[in-house]
């Protein structure tokens, strides 16, 4: 058994062309000998956006503060605490921080 | 892709020896189309416990609110919000709610 708290993981920050303002850190994954899925939270800062993009595996989101929307080809979903999240595979889906605090939400793939 | 809120989600009590005060929520399963892993929610009321049991799939587990304790073969280790756990397959595991709020943690187990 592993026990941590989120504040001990290291938050590294994506630095790509489409995306601004996101920290990510990998709650639960390989390092820890997770085998089948990864648990990650990302930190949205206000304004910011992470990739619109889609690919091959699928997202299960969990909001756990702020607020913003969640952009798919069908438009844009409010997401606030507690809101929860199916991406497909294929999707194309987008996260952004429309509001003024930071945004924080799990985000769990596979282990592929 | 599919975005709801916990509250719409039915909570299940899980009534069975060996459980006290526990209610489920699939928040993101088979039903919704989940592929690879699925995403429940239990809230345990003050005083109540999960399984002390163990089982040939993993738990990733995120603690949402309230307070607790975790149990292992190895002893007894405090739970608190953002607390995060793997607990392995074949490790026996059990929640317990010692506080005097609800518990609610996620608890995401693979699909099989």
């Known amino acids: ?11 590294e920050p994506v630095d790509d062309a489409g ?4 920290k990510k ?9 997770a085998p089948n899925f990864i648990m990650r939270q990302f930190t949205v800062e206000p304004g910011g956006y992470t990739f619109y993009h889609r690919h ?5 989101i969990y909001v756990i503060a702020g607020s913003g929307i969640a952009r798919s080809a069908h438009g844009e979903t409010p997401i606030s605490p507690q809101t929860i999240i199916l991406i497909n595979a294929g999707e194309v889906h987008q996260i952004v921080n429309h509001g003024t605090e930071e945004l924080v939400f799990l985000c769990l ?4």
Chains 1, 2 share one sequence.
């Not at 058994?1 to 938050?11: A, D, F, L, N, R």
């Not at 091959?56 to 299960?60: A, L, N, V």
């Not at 793939?109 to 592929?112: D, S, W």
């Open 1 to 11: 058994m592993i026990i941590k708290k989120v504040e001990s993981v290291p938050k």
């Open 19 to 22: 995306v601004k303002g996101v």
């Open 25 to 33: 850190q990998v709650l639960l994954g390989p390092a820890d000998g």
């Open 56 to 60: 091959d595996y699928e997202h299960e």
């Open 109 to 112: 793939i596979p282990n592929v």
